[in-house]
């Protein structure tokens, strides 16, 4: 099983700030990730796909990279609507054994 | 308007059977694989299991297999998942998510808001 280490489990940013959250891959996956949020009372979203990949209407402040088995996850300048909970999820095992990550919890700081 | 409703989520004793239930609306949904994903009170998500386009192939979860069974019919837009002999560590809301079609491997790219599955005595 392909594990994924997300980090950190919560970051406290300021309206306008950055931010960042990491999520590392226990064997190589390719591009093969995924970037969902996640808000209270409500569905996972697909924000990002094949690592750097915008999904349909997400903002262009979201954005994702790769760097080997590392993938980042930046929001360039926090909005008060994107503060929720943010999950990679690797599908390279597909169709059996995709894997998330643990979450990171985005506050308000 | 395309989106996923769940439905068919309980209070269940432990050994007991539950029939979750998705209906699909504003898309085609045999076009595409379909999965089922859980998240525990306070955890992290989870994909339980998931199924072709014509119902040929059906992957599972190690911890369900033997136990849950997916299914799909495509006339009616749904998808179901029968769950057997379960276990109070199956508590969670189960989500129905929609894998994507542009080409293999698949993302979630649609999903619905989920129905609590609780196992309890």
């Known amino acids: 099983e392909i594990v994924m280490t997300q980090s950190p489990a919560a970051l406290s940013v300021s309206p306008g700030g950055r931010a960042t959250v990491s999520c590392r891959a226990s064997q190589t996956i390719g591009d093969n990730l995924a970037w969902y949020q996640q808000k209270p009372g409500q569905a996972p979203r697909l924000l990002i796909y094949?690592?750097?990949k915008r999904a349909t209407d997400i903002p262009t402040r979201f954005s994702g990279s790769r760097s080997g088995t590392e993938f980042t996850l930046t929001i360039s300048s926090v909005q008060s609507e994107d503060f929720a909970i943010y999950y990679c999820?690797?599908?390279?095992?597909?169709?059996?054994?995709?894997?998330f990550g643990q979450g990171t919890k985005l506050e308000i700081k | 308007e395309v989106q996923l409703v769940e439905s068919g989520g309980a209070l269940v004793q432990p050994g007991g059977s539950l029939r979750l239930s998705c209906a699909a609306s504003g898309f085609t949904s045999s076009l595409y694989f379909m999965s089922w994903v859980r998240q525990a009170p306070g955890k992290g998500l989870e994909w339980v299991a998931n199924?072709?386009?014509?119902?040929?192939?059906?992957y599972y979860l190690d911890s369900v297999k033997g136990r849950f069974t997916i299914s799909r019919d495509n006339a009616k837009n749904s998808l179901y998942l029968q769950m057997d002999s379960l276990r109070v560590e199956d508590t969670a809301l189960y989500y129905c998510?929609?894998?994507?079609?542009?080409?293999?491997?698949?993302?979630?790219?649609?999903w619905g808001l989920g129905t609590l599955v609780t196992v309890s005595s």
């Open positions: 998510a929609r894998e994507s079609s542009v080409a293999a491997p698949y993302y979630f790219d649609l």
């Open positions: 094949t690592a750097s």
């Open positions: 999820q690797q599908y390279n095992s597909w169709p059996s054994m995709n894997t």
């Open positions: 199924i072709q386009q014509d119902g040929s192939h059906r």
